[in-house]
């Protein structure tokens, strides 16, 4: 794993483990970085395969492959099993977004050992309902910041009106989409999104299941992925 040009390895018996500042066999980012959690992140070995684990209680990480359109949060206590040699972790914190650069051995990436099949993520996630075309355009606009790549990408969803403008519809017409799919969330999982922080829930839990990708962005007038 590579930080800064800076190079450490993790072995089946030593997983690496990345935090706010060096303590305990931990790599630091940055010790004046609160927006790090103190225990942040490890990569490691388990069942033949390597993983990255956000060991975060409340941070999320952001995962993407080199030259891949799909961008996958991962939340807290959740664990990505590696398909590629190369994934880039980023770490975000309130001053910078750490970069983290993993290459695995062909051995230990899921995936890429002979008789395996290719996975399509390598998330854990449970069931996510299915999205109308209608309502996917509208929660695309709304989260798109979420979907671009780093750098560019601003985590929160942008207003009804924004997405609109973005569709070349009415920004009632956006809304009731986006109402839709927390609604079907709600009757079909006993997931609910609401209050002033809702779209900001929802667009946190349609990238991390994978429901969106950064594929979706060419959904939007003028986008590519």
Known sequence: ???????????PDHPLIFGRADAGGMVGLDPNDMGISAVAC????????????????????????????????????HRYAITTDQLTVLVPGAIYTHVLEVVVPESYALGLRPGSGRLTTGTITGAHVALSERERDAVVAVCAGYLESFPHRREHPVTYAEAARALGQA??????AVERVSARFANKQDLYFDGAQANYDLAAHLISTGVLTGADLSRLAGRQP
Request: aromatic share 8%; proline share 8%; net charge positive.
């Open 1 to 11: 794993m590579l930080i800064g040009g800076e190079e450490h390895r993790a072995w």
């Open 42 to 77: 490890s990569v490691e070995a388990a069942w033949g395969v390597s993983w990255v684990i956000d060991q975060s209680t409340k941070r999320p990480l952001l995962l993407e492959h080199p030259g891949g359109p799909a961008q996958v949060r991962l939340g807290p206590g």
């Open 171 to 176: 920004w009632t017409s956006v809304r009731k």
